[in-house]
C-alpha cells in the first residue's frame, strides 16, 4: 500500500482525527446515494420496459390485413422481447439495491461500533488541542514576565518592585514548565492513539472502496449484458427482415388471399 494514513493526519491543529472519522461519515452517505442511483436506474428501465410493452401491443392491434402484415408480427415479437429484457434488468437491480442497502445498514453498526471505540482517542484530541491552547497562552505570559523583570532591573527600580516582578516571572515559568511537561505525556498518548486510530479507518476504507467497487462491477455487469442482449434482438429483428423479401411477402400474401388462377371464360350469346 503506498498510502499510509499514519503519515498524513497530524499538523499544528491536531484535527487529523476529525477529518478521518468524518470521511468514514461520508462512507455511509456514499452508499446511500449510490442506492438511490441505482433506484432511478431501475425506473428507467421499468419505463422503458412498460413503453416498449405497450408498444408491442399497438404493432399486434395494428392493421392484419395487406402485405405488410406480416412485418407487424416481427415488429410486435421484437418489441415484446425488449419489454422482457428490460424487466429482468429491473429484477436484477432490485437485487442489487437490496445488497446496497444491506451494506449501508451495516455500515451504520459498524460506524457506531467505531465512535465507542474511538472515545478515548477523541477524548486524547480535545486534551491535547486544549494543552497546546493553554501552553501556548502560559509562553506569552512567561515570555512578558521576563521582560518585565528584565527592564526592572535595567531601571534599578526599587528592590520591592524587582521582587515581585521576579516572583511573578518564577510563578510564570513554573507554570510554563509544568504545562510543557504536561503536554509531553499528552502528545506520547495522542501520538500511540492516533497512529491506532489512523489503520482503524485506513483498514475501514479500504473495505468500503473495495465493496463499492464490487457494487459498480455488479452494475456494469447487468448493463453489460442486457446491451449484449438487446443487440442481440436487434440483430435478429434485422435478420427477420432482411428474410421477408418483397417477393417473400407477395407469395405470403397471394397464398392466403388468392381467389383462384382461372380468368373468367367468354361469353357467347346463344
Avoid at 56 to 70: L, S, V
Avoid at 152 to 181: M, T
Wanted: with cysteine; net charge neutral; charged share 30%.
Amino acid at each position: 500500500m503506498t498510502v499510509d494514513f499514519c503519515d498524513h493526519f497530524w499538523g499544528e491543529r491536531n484535527n487529523g482525527f476529525d477529518v478521518l472519522y468524518h470521511n468514514m461519515k461520508y462512507g455511509q452517505i456514499a452508499s446511500k446515494e449510490l442506492v438511490e442511483f441505482f433506484r432511478e436506474r431501475l425506473a428507467i428501465e421499468e419505463t422503458l420496459s412498460k413503453l416498449l410493452g405497450k408498444l408491442a401491443k399497438q404493432a399486434g392491434g395494428n392493421c392484419i390485413n395487406g402485405t405488410f402484415a406480416p412485418l407487424w408480427q416481427v415488429l410486435k415479437a421484437s418489441s415484446e422481447r425488449q419489454s422482457t429484457l428490460h424487466l429482468q434488468m429491473v429484477q436484477r437491480f432490485q437485487e442489487l439495491i437490496k445488497d446496497v442497502t444491506k451494506y449501508n445498514e451495516a455500515q451504520h453498526k459498524n460506524h457506531k461500533n467505531v465512535k465507542e471505540g474511538e472515545s478515548g482517542t477523541l477524548e486524547i484530541v480535545q486534551s491535547i488541542q486544549s494543552t497546546a491552547i493553554t501552553l501556548s497562552k502560559a509562553k506569552e505570559v512567561y515570555n512578558q514576565r521576563f521582560v518585565e523583570f528584565e527592564k526592572l532591573k535595567r531601571e534599578n527600580a526599587s528592590a520591592k518592585d524587582v521582587e515581585r516582578a521576579e516572583q511573578k516571572f518564577q510563578k510564570a515559568c513554573d507554570d510554563y514548565k509544568h504545562l510543557v511537561e504536561k503536554y509531553g505525556l499528552v502528545r506520547e498518548e495522542f501520538e500511540r492513539k492516533m497512529l491506532s486510530a489512523c489503520r482503524r479507518f485506513q483498514d475501514l476504507e479500504e473495505a468500503h472502496l473495495k465493496q463499492m467497487k464490487v457494487f459498480l462491477k455488479t452494475y456494469g455487469e447487468v448493463l453489460h449484458s442486457g446491451h449484449e442482449t438487446i443487440v442481440s434482438v436487434h440483430s435478429e429483428f434485422g435478420h427477420q427482415c432482411g428474410d421477408a423479401t418483397v417477393d417473400k411477402l407477395l407469395e405470403q400474401f397471394v397464398t392466403n388471399k388468392a381467389t383462384g388462377t382461372e380468368k373468367p371464360g367468354a361469353k357467347r350469346f346463344s
